[in-house]
């Protein structure tokens, strides 16, 4: 059965004429929508009318004062993205750095309509708030941990002496985290130290036939760790920085561990910013007693041996003695730099 | 020439239309209620209102059709019970 007619024809069109001209209509208008769904003006908007959302139910008092009442111009909407990201911060949480947009904690409502210089006109508002995007997906905090991977750490030979250090006496403990076969990153990390540096290339060298025991108990390791500072620094902090064994996700994981992952799967609508704050400064903390260690091991020769001897020392603490007064298991194969 | 009973059709038909309440002519197109916020002339707040809201998921609707078949895949993929291993699977 055909549908009944719904409006009177046109004096001057045919039945053909006036299907011609509604479908015109409606392929038209779907063609419109298309357009403007696929522009990146459609898509700058929703970037932007997300950060607003979020502001809204996050920080109710700064969006009804100074957010609701602003136009949808897309300037409006850039800065609604950065008071956001300037409140967050403000609570204490590090956001990774998005290029193109700047957040003021101490000022977050300046950051609605403060812009950094590259953003200069419409365009280059679309092309900010576009660099947005993903980090208004899902909440991304910074997180602290080491890149396990052996040329960025070991570039230049200058830096990271104490992961390497850690690496190899390590290499048969659960702990072990080392992406390729330890003397192939010991070569590498030798071929990468200047000829200036030959005092570090020789005791590397050196470490290559001493392991920790395979069944060193590592939990119990890390607790006596925890009990030994060296020139003020918390040993077991440096040492559970490298080998990911905080317990801290912050601490544990880097930004490209993450980024594999996925990212954190985080609700911005969800999350509770005081304890992220709190966790990433604990995560800071082992960070920062990892970067001061290396920093005297990679630059003072005699650093690197104290280190390993005060290393060697701990795990001997840690390795059960039978009642017969020797250990139960293997001996430490440790040696003490020479 | 109009006669007395045409005259009173049409305003009997005037006055029936009058009773219709008056709306936009493309009140039922999501993207002319869209408008104001693409010219920046609509308030944030306006923008986050439902009924915005409702035509922007209606013109995304629209440019990205999601017919369900893909989420009712993963649903009944999601409630499928594990395989069972007869032995552990080496490398896992």
């Known amino acids: 059965m055909r549908p009944a007619q719904r409006t009177a024809p046109h004096p001057g069109s045919t039945p053909g004429q006036r299907l011609v001209r509604r479908t015109t209509i409606r392929r038209s208008r779907r063609e419109a929508t298309l357009q403007l769904v696929r522009s990146d003006h459609w898509d700058a908007l929703m970037i932007g009318l997300r950060a607003a959302d979020i502001l809204q139910q996050r920080f109710a008092s700064v969006y009804t004062t100074h957010v609701a009442g602003l136009s949808t111009h897309p300037r409006n909407l850039l800065g609604t993205v950065q008071a956001l990201f300037s409140l967050v911060a403000a609570c204490g949480v590090e956001l990774p750095d998005v290029m193109d947009i700047s957040a003021n904690a101490q000022d977050p409502v300046a950051a609605l309509s403060t812009f950094p210089p590259c953003v200069q006109n419409d365009s280059d508002v679309l092309g900010a708030l576009d660099t947005c995007r993903w980090a208004l997906e899902s909440f991304h905090p910074v997180v602290y941990g080491q890149l396990h991977e052996v040329e960025p750490l070991f570039d230049g030979g200058e830096q990271n002496l104490l992961a390497l250090l850690l690496w190899v006496l390590a290499d048969q403990t659960r702990w072990s985290i080392t992406p390729d076969p330890i003397q192939d990153v010991i070569d590498v990390a030798i071929g990468e130290i200047p000829p200036e540096r030959a005092a570090f290339a020789a005791r590397i060298a050196r470490l290559a036939d001493q392991r920790w025991p395979r069944d060193l108990p590592m939990d119990a390791f890390g607790q006596q760790l925890d009990q030994q500072t060296y020139r003020g620094l918390n040993l077991g902090k440096a040492v559970r920085y490298v080998f990911s064994a905080t317990d801290l996700p912050f601490a544990d994981l880097s930004m490209d561990e993450l980024e594999e992952m996925g990212w954190t799967g985080m609700d911005w609508y969800a999350v509770d910013f005081a304890t992220i704050a709190a966790d990433q400064a604990e995560a800071r903390d082992y960070l920062q007693h990892y970067y001061d260690l290396d920093a005297l091991v990679s630059t003072q020769p005699e650093v690197f041996d104290e280190v390993l001897e005060v290393l060697t020392e701990a795990v001997a603490a840690t390795i059960p003695v039978h009642p017969c007064g020797s250990p139960c298991d293997q001996p430490p194969t440790v040696r003490g730099a020479s | ?92």
């Open chain 2, 1 to 92: 020439m109009t006669t007395t009973d045409q005259r009173d059709s049409c305003a009997a038909l005037i006055t029936l239309l009058r009773t219709i309440p008056a709306q936009p002519r493309d009140a039922r197109n999501p993207l002319a209620l869209l408008r104001p916020l693409f010219d920046g002339t609509m308030t944030i707040e306006t923008a986050l209102s439902p009924a915005i809201q409702d035509a922007i998921a209606q013109c995304e609707q629209l440019a990205y059709p999601r017919d369900g078949r893909g989420r009712n895949l993963c649903d009944r993929l999601s409630g499928l019970p594990p395989i069972p291993a007869a032995h552990p699977v080496s490398g896992w």
